[in-house]
């Protein structure tokens, strides 16, 4: 097991429905260091790859990219959710459902952070269906940005979201896959990488 | 100027409505060597403190917050906007109006991830009117919690948030205050500190 397995085995709970709550440690309250660890083993997968930016979306993503976009030394983006009078101009924009939140969300990056020449590396904290994924790649390449890689913190392995986004030639590394979970015995199976 | 001030004149925006637009390198695309000193600045003024955790709201204040709580070694908390299947059991919450947004939200906290053993260091973006600051402030002392500090990227000095704050007896700091701007002449008066 690498250090963020060995972390959701310490302090992730299963909850009914296939909830796997890491809010002590991951996106809610967050331990500094883990995410800290997270770029460096990012930047270790990714750093045959020019990255020029790293994209992510709000909200617990954020830390997750910026500790990325540290190691490679260039900015971070974050798509936002909603419409906000602090993004004004040409935006590119996507629908996003929720797993979490079931609903749907506009996804929006401004058409001035994102260009052409952009070499990208998404990240994000889960993947479960994908949804949020696919909406981050149609923006990049809506902007005619390379989706160069793609970092997710933990991936529900039982669900579609990976095979999809792999079966597409996207390059998807995942710290941690969960298998399968079992809130009534408390198990976690990660998938042997 | 500091650094903060200094990049805000050489990349800011002002637009009608007392909007300053800052969303190439703060809250949408994010310079991570800005992120990095941001956290370093805010560290070096709180440093007699004994923190032992960072709270602020999502999502632009989730890097601003990581960056603080790396220098000084503790955990970081973001509050959540909506409830969210990801937190459950038992919640601080608080209601709060967006400036921004023109709405109000319900902001929460697990209750987990704050005790009355906490020497809590605020930190956000922006400051206006204050109604986010008093959202996590009120969760902060809700949960028994001392708020130790406040430290704010950007305040908006025309605006009654700060004043209110300190006029409660909370230690505030803002990098930057802005004391007028004017989207006509492009021009932006800084508070002399």
Known sequence: ??????????DGLVKEGNVLKV????????????????????????SDLKITKVLTIEASG??????????FGVPMVFAKKAKSVNIDGEMYTAEVESFTHKNKNQVIVSKKVLSSDDKILIVDDFLANG???????????DAGATVEGIGIAIEKG??????????????????????SMDAETHTIVFREQ
């Open 158 to 179: 039982f669900q579609y979201g990976g095979r999809s986004i792999r079966n597409l030639g996207y390059r998807l590394e995942s710290l941690a896959i969960v298998e």
């Open 131 to 141: 949804c949020a994924l696919q909406g981050l790649i149609s923006i990049a390449e």
């Open 1 to 10: 097991m690498n250090f963020l397995e060995e972390r959701i085995i310490k």
């Open 62 to 71: 954020i830390a997750i990219a910026y500790s990325v976009a540290r190691c």
């Open 23 to 46: 809010d002590t440690f991951l996106n809610h309250q967050m331990d500094v260091e883990l995410l800290d660890e997270i770029g460096r083993e990012f930047y270790r997968r990714f």
